[in-house]
């Protein structure tokens, strides 16, 4: 079968920029491939010659997205029918987080104008917490994917190719069958990861706009043992599944021998959460002479000194945390798990160890206070992270905040289909937009929402931030200079 798999433009329409490629695609890609298919990938959201990059202010520029969604003489919606006329797919993929929800939902409207024949099937996280909803509302939908989707997408594809239409033996795919919604057993998760093929990188449109660091996108792990109460982990369970060392290093040494890629990025959810295991990739890395540069994601409760140094000796050079909240009310609503002792004793390590360290805050918390936000500044001044974001809570299905907010009024369970092309993702299962917290008026967290932002860019415009992160950067700058230049003019968009 032909498939054309597709991450929805979002960021493009504010001309933000969007590192990366699409890894989840990717690796559905490679799989397909693998059975014989015919596979391309279309990241609708590269725009690799943006300026943007001030994340916390980009709710700013959500009307830009949503007007131009229904603008048929817009150059990103031309391009996506232009790419369905020339590649000819059987099968659109489209993999969905719920801010892209409206742009996805208008890519399968115009696969269905170039072909209603065209099959169009949804995965990723929104669609796999809400896949009843967007059945009921999104006629051009044919399937969702549920959950892991490598295995499901093989089975589900194979099963159109052979013109068999018994999709109840399918498990992880939900559908209509007449008036009716049909949702199969979620399929059993992959036990061992080191059976998935490498991400397929190849297969990208326009490979050549891509840096070596875009390329350098890894996963170590899927699942998290933690249980956040913002993020959606009935996704992956509470159950981490581990890729084998020598698989990621073979990944590791093939991306930097094919792309040049010096500079790699962890995706993993709690990348330190098994400390001898880092302990023994680092020392892998190490033995093995492969000198590169690596970030990843972490909890300021799972590091240590030693883990630190080793991390940083192996080609560790930035780490990201989530801190949340400066009150210790709103971190116990969060089930974040963390202590603010421990939060400083972290910040301590990291500057004290010399690796560059991104700090991830959260406002606009059901029942959070102005006092609670203001614990949150107070809080950035004291750990003083080499730089630090900030964004407004948004009500994500698949989350007890979410519950708790629809507890207390604040959110609606669904959405229609209109609602998402005439709600800023940001509001998004909002009951009344103008009523995000129940202890302010909307002009009172609009006003409080714009100091703090503005005091978060002011910190991270600061002198000394903008000299961490380049000395953080500077090995990667040595070995291809394009990256710096990227950089700087990304930085020169941002302030």
Avoid at 15 to 25: H, K, M, Q
Wanted: aromatic letters at 12%; hydrophobic letters at 35%; glycine letters at 6%.
């Amino acid at each position: 079968m032909n498939i054309l798999l597709i991450d929805p433009p979002f960021y493009r329409f504010f001309n933000y920029y969007n590192r990366y490629f699409p890894l989840g695609l990717s690796y559905l890609s490679s799989t397909l491939k693998k059975a014989g298919h015919q596979v391309t990938i279309y990241d609708a959201d590269c725009n690799k010659n943006s300026k943007g990059m001030d994340y916390t202010r980009l709710p700013e520029k959500y009307r830009i997205y949503l007007k131009e969604l229904r603008n048929p003489e817009n150059p990103i919606i031309k391009e996506i029918s232009e790419i369905f006329v020339k590649y000819q797919p059987e099968m659109v993929g489209v993999t969905v987080m719920t801010p892209k929800a409206a742009a996805a939902f208008t890519i399968a409207s115009l696969a269905k104008k170039f072909n209603k024949n065209c099959y169009v099937v949804f995965g990723g996280p929104h669609a796999t917490l809400k896949a009843d909803e967007i059945l009921k509302n999104a006629e051009d939908v044919d399937f969702v994917v549920n959950g892991e989707g490598e295995a499901v997408l093989l089975e589900l594809v194979n099963t159109l190719n052979s013109k068999n239409n018994n999709f109840s033996t399918v498990h992880g795919i939900s559908y209509r069958d007449g008036d009716k919604i049909v949702h199969n057993n979620t399929k059993k998760f992959i036990d061992n990861l080191d059976n998935l093929p490498f991400p397929d990188r190849e297969t990208l449109l326009g490979l050549d706009t891509y840096t070596s660091e875009d390329m350098g996108l890894l996963m170590a792990s899927r699942g998290c043992p933690y249980s956040c109460s913002y993020c959606a982990t009935q996704i992956w369970t509470r159950k981490v599944r581990y890729r084998s060392l020598t698989n990621i290093v073979e990944e590791i040494k093939y991306v930097h021998h094919r792309y040049g890629t010096r500079q790699f990025t962890f995706k993993d959810d709690s990348f330190t959460v098994n400390r001898k295991r880092v302990m023994e990739f680092c020392n892998m890395l190490m033995n093995e002479g492969v000198k590169i540069n690596w970030d990843c994601n972490t909890r300021v409760d799972l590091v240590d000194p030693e883990l630190l140094r080793t991390m940083k000796k192996a080609g560790c050079n930035s780490i990201k945390v989530g801190i949340e909240s400066g009150s210790e009310r709103i971190l116990k609503l969060m089930d974040k798990g963390i202590t603010f002792e421990r939060t400083k004793e972290a910040a301590r390590l990291f500057r004290e160890t010399g690796i560059h360290w991104t700090a991830y805050f959260m406002m606009g918390i059901p029942t959070e206070t102005k006092e609670d936000v203001r614990k949150t500044l107070e809080l950035l001044y004291k750990i003083k992270p080499s730089f630090a974001s900030i964004g407004v809570y948004e009500p994500f299905p698949g989350t007890r905040l979410f519950d708790v907010g629809v507890e207390h009024g604040l959110v609606n369970k669904e959405m229609s289909y209109e609602d998402f092309f005439t709600r800023i993702p940001s509001d998004y299962y909002l009951k009344d937009v103008n009523r995000r917290v129940d202890t302010m008026d909307s002009g009172d967290f609009a006003a409080l929402e714009k100091e703090v932002k503005d005091a978060f860019h002011n910190y991270n415009k600061g002198v000394m931030r903008i000299f961490e992160r380049a000395r953080a950067r500077s090995s990667v700058y040595l070995h291809n200079p394009r990256i710096f230049f990227n950089d700087v003019e990304k930085f020169l968009g941002w302030v």
